[in-house]
């Protein structure tokens, strides 16, 4: 079955361009969240949203990154005015279940690979 | 706040060879704890977790880890290992506090090789 697909898998960008990456999720997970990795950092949180709302935004890192969903299906971050910190893999994952359970499984997508040059 | 320890950043194993992951974490709060496994340039693979009940938990391709609250520990086993088990793999706890939905905080990882 289909599972947790994002887009585009590779994004290089100059320093101060806007980007926007795709999350799509698994048809019916109300649970979809974002998450960064990079070398010095490791997997960090970054978004939470349950349907249409994000009751977490603590990860995001600052305000040039937002991220909405819409449908209570497709997500997109954007970041606005990139910059070289930014560079990273950024995952999308989403799990079934009420209210995003903490012992549901989250399944992943494959990443996109951000680039700022 | 909650927080996950892993001890080494890389293990090298020979191939047959029994594998431990070590992984100990913080949780002011019953944990749900979690190992994922990332092969090269691919997303996040749950290989078991655990959540409550039976503190030795069985997962995928022959890994297996033991809850033990005394120690704060959930270290990932294998008894053989196969040239295929080399990846990276991470220990996550999941946040159960109200409106965070679950978000996992992850380890810093381990990245595992296997020998012939």
């Known amino acids: 079955g289909a599972g947790v697909s994002q887009s585009p898998s590779n994004k290089v960008t100059e320093k101060g361009k806007d980007v926007e990456l795709r999350c799509d999720p698994i048809?019916?997970?109300?649970?979809l969240y974002w998450y960064r990795q990079s070398l010095g950092q490791g997997l960090e949180f970054l978004i939470y949203f349950q349907g249409n709302s994000a009751p977490d935004k603590s990860g995001l890192p600052s305000d040039r990154f937002s991220a909405e969903r819409t449908g209570g299906s497709v997500s997109t971050l954007t970041i606005q005015r990139t910059q070289q910190e930014d560079s990273a893999v950024y995952l999308c994952?989403?799990?079934?279940?009420?209210?995003?359970?903490?012992?549901?499984?989250?399944?992943f997508g494959p990443g996109t690979r951000l680039t700022v040059l | 706040a909650q927080s996950v320890t892993q001890l080494g950043s890389h293990v090298s194993v020979s191939e047959g060879a029994l594998v431990l992951l070590r992984c100990n974490y913080s949780?002011?709060?019953?944990?749900?704890l979690f190992w994922y496994v990332q092969y090269p340039n691919q997303g996040l693979q749950l290989l078991l977790k655990?959540?409550?009940?039976?503190?030795l938990v069985k997962g995928i391709n022959g890994f297996e880890a033991e809850f033990k609250k005394s120690e704060t520990s959930f270290h990932l086993t294998k008894p053989s290992a196969h040239m295929s088990d080399a990846a990276e793999y991470f220990c996550a706890v999941s946040v159960t506090f109200y409106n965070q939905g679950g978000k996992l905080i992850f380890g810093q990882g381990t990245e595992l090789s296997v020998k012939p």
């Open positions: 994952a989403s799990s079934l279940g009420d209210r995003g359970s903490p012992y549901n499984e989250q399944f």
């Open positions: 655990y959540t409550t009940g039976a503190t």
């Open positions: 949780s002011s709060v019953p944990p749900y």
């Open positions: 048809s019916g997970h109300t649970a």
